[in-house]
């Protein structure tokens, strides 16, 4: 097999470190794991060590490896749970965002900005030595800018971690925000929303990000969002800059300035204003083809750059869980902490959790190491839920709440769980359709047909009635929406330059969009407004006339 060139050279210059990773992370050092007491970890000298979670904002901890240098991290945050944010310290390498095989549009073909579904989320969070990328394939040569720094041979990022070290990293749900091309579909937390208002400078970058279009997306390494960026590095006191490792250095396949080094966010580049005033491309009309990207361009400028731009740094971001054991350092750049990624304490198997009111779920502990001897208490929102001994949560009314487990052995072990309670409302209903079928009359040649009626489901409230299919064929016209929203009213009309054809089936399909939050059914109980598909019959009369 031939391997791509500068996969070689990666490979080579990962085999010339493998002796440095291993004498800095003790690999091979024939550590026990944790053997389930309730000692604390202990340092060289015997002192207590202590857990991920007690770290302070600011530290250094060395966790995990990239192309055979042990990496290098900083705290600058925590999540509700407890659990550390691990940013990297240094620019790990240069890679496109997403390679250039996506067709948004036919005058630029740029990559894709979508997050969930870019290259470098898929590569980030692959443990494998071969990515399995989407149906477009890896970031290779030919499809990255100047095919400068191709990815679609490397190892994923998490390869070079232990298993014990990936089992440690929190798989978080993360806030992403949505551009003009991306912003349709079910998961779409606020489809109403406007979207994020583009500003460059560093200080005023955040603009509308609290109202703005978003959804979720869960995973175990990620890019900062432009929010995180900004509240917690730069509003946070940390360095903006970021420089790259020796590996990113040696290997990096185009020509660097020496300057600034400008690096990814996840977050897309949403176009706002007019042409004139919003730019995208060197001057050129802003134009909504999904294919921009946030990054860190100077101390000053959140700028963005094409998603296919191989020479833009990588500076992933994780949640380290907080019952992971550091088994030495002191925390500081020169003596950073170390760990193993073994656990101590309890861990529950989830940490989100809906219900809706009246709703009981009984909440489980791993017990990596103190078994299931815990005791349960809910620290926050008590008026919302209650916990039994057995751990088993009643939903009371709607609100979030936060529910620990504590160890009996020491009550410095524990994890939590947080619980949204929703309404309890009944389950989503279908609207019918009036009559289910009917005539369209081809005497007249584009003629409309008669009326039909929507009629919404209990407590629900139609705002819009779209044709789903037969799109080519009919049109609705003649829509009315009744103003309690209960029911509608349309006609269809054959397009111009349609002919109907006897005893030919036409069955159209009405979406019909309604307000009304319902359970469904739904995974999670997600409460959400319905959209409906329904289809009725037509047939043709008066075809001979």
Not at 5 to 20: F, G, I, N, V
Not at 136 to 154: A, C, H, I, L, M
Not at 451 to 473: M, R, S
């Amino acid at each position: 097999m031939v391997l791509h060139e500068s996969l070689r050279k990666k490979l080579a210059a990962a085999a010339a470190l493998c002796l440095t990773v291993c004498s800095i992370a003790g690999c091979g050092s024939g550590e026990e794991p944790n053997s389930g007491t309730q000692d604390s970890a202990r340092t060289e000298d015997g002192q207590p060590a202590g857990l991920a979670g007690d770290m302070q904002q600011g530290s250094y901890i060395s966790f995990g490896s990239y192309q055979g240098e042990p990496i290098l991290w900083r705290v600058i945050g925590s999540n509700a749970f407890g659990d550390p944010m691990l940013y990297s310290e240094h620019i790990i390498d240069y890679m496109a965002f997403d390679n250039a095989f996506w067709m948004a549009n036919t005058d630029k073909n740029y990559g894709n900005n979508y997050w969930a579904a870019s290259d470098l989320r898929t590569w980030l969070n692959s443990q494998t030595e071969y990515v399995k990328y989407d149906k477009d394939g890896g970031p290779t040569t030919g499809t990255v800018k100047d095919g400068w720094n191709s990815y679609d041979r490397e190892p994923g990022f998490l390869y070079g971690f232990t298993e014990e070290e990936r089992t440690a990293i929190f798989s978080s749900r993360n806030r992403q925000l949505m551009d003009e091309v991306n912003q349709t579909g079910d998961a779409v937390e606020n489809p109403e929303a406007p979207l994020h208002q583009y500003a460059g400078e560093i200080e005023g970058c955040v603009t509308n990000y609290q109202e703005a279009k978003y959804l979720y997306s869960t995973e175990k390494v990620f890019l900062l969002d432009i929010y995180e960026f900004y509240q917690l590095v730069y509003k946070g006191g940390f360095p903006v800059e970021k420089r790259p490792t020796s590996y990113a250095e040696r290997t990096a396949e185009h020509e660097r300035g020496g300057g600034f080094e400008s690096y990814w966010l996840r977050s897309p580049r949403v176009s706002s204003g007019s042409p004139e005033d919003d730019p995208k491309y060197n001057g050129a009309s802003a134009k909504p083809d999904g294919a921009s990207v946030r990054m860190v361009y100077s101390p000053e400028l959140v700028l963005a750059a094409d998603a296919y731009d191989g020479t833009v740094g990588v500076v992933p971001a994780l949640y380290l869980k907080h019952s992971t054991r550091l088994t030495g350092g002191q925390g500081t750049l020169e003596d950073p902490y170390v760990t193993d990624g073994s656990q101590y304490g309890i861990e529950l198997f989830t940490h989100e959790k809906a219900l809706t009111e009246g709703e009981s779920w009984k909440a489980q502990v791993k017990g990596l190491n103190l078994g299931n001897k815990v005791r349960w208490e809910v620290t926050e929102g008590a008026e919302y839920v209650t916990v039994g001994e057995d751990g088993t949560i009643a939903a009371k009314t709607p609100g979030t709440a936060m529910v620990s487990a504590f160890s009996l052995q020491d009550q410095s072990a524990k994890d939590s769980v947080r619980v949204t309670v929703y309404e309890a409302l009944p389950e989503h209903e279908p609207p019918t359709v009036e009559p289910m079928a009917g005539q369209l009359d081809a005497a007249g040649g584009n003629t409309v047909s008669q009326v039909f009626t929507v009629q919404a489901g209990e407590n629900e409230k139609i705002t819009d009635v779209t044709l789903a299919a037969a799109g080519t064929v009919f049109a609705i016209t003649d829509l009315q929406i009744a103003e309690d929203g209960r029911s509608a009213t349309f006609s269809l009309i054959l397009l111009e330059g349609k002919t109907l054809q006897d005893k030919e089936a036409y069955a159209p399909a009405v979406t019909v969009v309604q307000e009304g939050r319902f359970a469904g059914g739904k995974p999670g109980k997600e409460l959400k407004d319905p959209s409906d598909t329904v289809s009725f019959g037509l047939s043709v009369v008066n075809l001979g006339e």
